[in-house]
């Protein structure tokens, strides 16, 4: 087996060689704005304020933002992005972005979006999984009630079993298909609801190899032992625990709550905090290689390296069928480029869907992109060496 020692996410000629010259500025010049955290804040509010308004921004939007982060707005369209990536190796996790809109039709429509991708997925070998978020299929106050206990009204539990009716006919789909369902993991407040599904599903599911997978956000304070007690499910039920571990996407949101209903964030205290328990997660995860199928998704050069060295030291081989990497289309390419180019399972987590209704996934990545403390800011970095390289 070949050793890696070098940092092997230096090399942009091989990260962004799907780029053509002028692509490459784009990119460039979309992330020279991202950097900047003033004129994202206020970009974002007069977004929004000219969708209010019906002013015709949306063209704008799908040229630049949109395009660098999206498949397109149908299944058909996103194609070229899906041939483009399984060319290199790289599989692409597919996701119908529409987010926040709380009513039965818009459930109903997920619902056949969802479908509708496990299908193209059949005729797709490079499409590994489906991801879907279960407040597509239901209002999120039911999922709040439950996680607390409530009882719900006769409206709610119909609207519940008509949610947990599409989400079992997705997950039997996906096994039909061979292709994997990822759950997103979402809000602490109604997180527990999610979860105890997610695990039912794969009590059923599961049996043979992973179809089905949770999702635990190591900034939560609790998940990595959430995860260790999940491993340890799985073996005593003797199935393959599918496990996406990421850093998770709503600081802010998660401690704004806390604050507001005078609880303890669940979040760490420091990021510090947060790194410490997603790698510990990889490593626990690498130890029960043989009962958990996992997703190391996560743009930390770090995190990412410690997953290669780690395999390494255990001398499990990097393409191993229960591990993989992802990351968000648009972003990190230097590792899910690099990292393919060893073997590893990579893919790309592609948004697809009407602009309108992905902007909500857009204002979250454009804000991410403008932490300072993630890895997501050395982007540009690494666009602007690539550029040099390419003397633009
Ligand atoms: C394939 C894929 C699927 C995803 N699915 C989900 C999902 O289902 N649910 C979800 O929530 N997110 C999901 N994400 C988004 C993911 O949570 C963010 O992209 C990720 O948190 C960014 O962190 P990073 O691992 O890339 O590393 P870095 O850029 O090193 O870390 C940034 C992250 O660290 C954490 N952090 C930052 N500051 C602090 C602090 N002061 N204290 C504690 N923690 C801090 C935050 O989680 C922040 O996002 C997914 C990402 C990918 C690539």
Redesign the pocket.
């Known amino acids: 087996m070949q050793t890696i020692t070098d940092n092997i996410f230096e090399n942009t000629e091989i990260a962004y060689k799907r780029l053509s010259n002028n692509e490459l500025k784009k990119s460039y010049f979309l992330f020279s704005l991202m950097k900047n955290a003033t004129l994202v804040h206020f970009g974002n509010q007069i977004l929004q304020f000219l969708l209010k308004i019906n002013f015709p921004i949306l063209g704008i939007v799908k040229k630049t933002i949109y395009s660098h982060f999206c498949g397109g707005e149908t299944l058909d369209e996103s194609q070229k992005t899906i041939l483009d990536l399984s060319k290199n190796n790289i599989d692409t ?1 597919l996701n119908y972005s529409v987010e926040g809109l709380e009513n039965t039709d818009s459930f109903k429509e997920t619902y056949h979006k969802t479908l509708e991708a496990i299908d193209f997925a059949k005729l797709n070998q490079s499409i590994r999984a489906i ?1 879907i978020k279960f407040t597509g299929f239901a209002r999120i106050d039911i999922w709040i009630k439950l996680q607390k206990g409530e009882t719900l009204s006769n409206n709610e539990e119909e609207e519940y079993q008509k949610a947990l009716d599409y989400i079992q006919h997705l997950s039997q789909k996906a096994v039909e298909n061979n292709v994997q369902l990822y759950i ?3 809000e602490s407040w109604f997180q527990d609801s999610i979860d105890k599904v997610a695990l039912d599903l794969m009590l059923q599911y599961n049996k043979e190899k992973a179809i089905i997978f949770n ?1 635990y ?1 190591l ?1 939560r304070s609790d998940k990595l032992e959430h995860l260790k007690r999940d491993i340890q499910w799985a073996i005593a039920n003797q199935v393959q625990l599918g496990a ?1 571990i ?6 802010e949101k998660e401690n704004e709550y806390a604050r507001k209903h005078q609880l303890n964030s669940p ?5 510090q ?3 410490q328990d ?1 790698n510990k997660a990889i490593e626990y995860c690498i130890h029960n290689i043989n009962y958990v199928s996992l ?1 190391c ?4 050069e770090f ?1 990412n390296q410690l997953l290669i060295q780690l395999l390494q030291k255990n001398n499990i081989s990097l393409d191993h069928p229960n591990i993989s990497a ?3 289309q648009g972003m990190s390419d230097n590792i899910t480029y690099n990292m393919a180019q060893f073997g590893v399972k990579m893919s790309k ?1 592609l948004p697809y869907g009407p602009v309108k209704e992905v902007i909500p996934y857009l204002i979250r990545r454009s804000q ?1 992109n403008t ?1 300072v ?4 800011s050395r982007e540009f970095d690494l666009l602007l060496q690539e550029k040099n390289r390419r003397n633009l």
């Open positions: 996790l991801c997103d993991a979402e999702t956000q900034y996406k990421v850093r998770g996407a709503y600081v979040i760490h205290k420091t990021k905090d947060t790194d997603f997703c998704a996560s743009h930390n995190s992802s990351q968000l987590y991410e932490s403390e993630g890895q997501t």
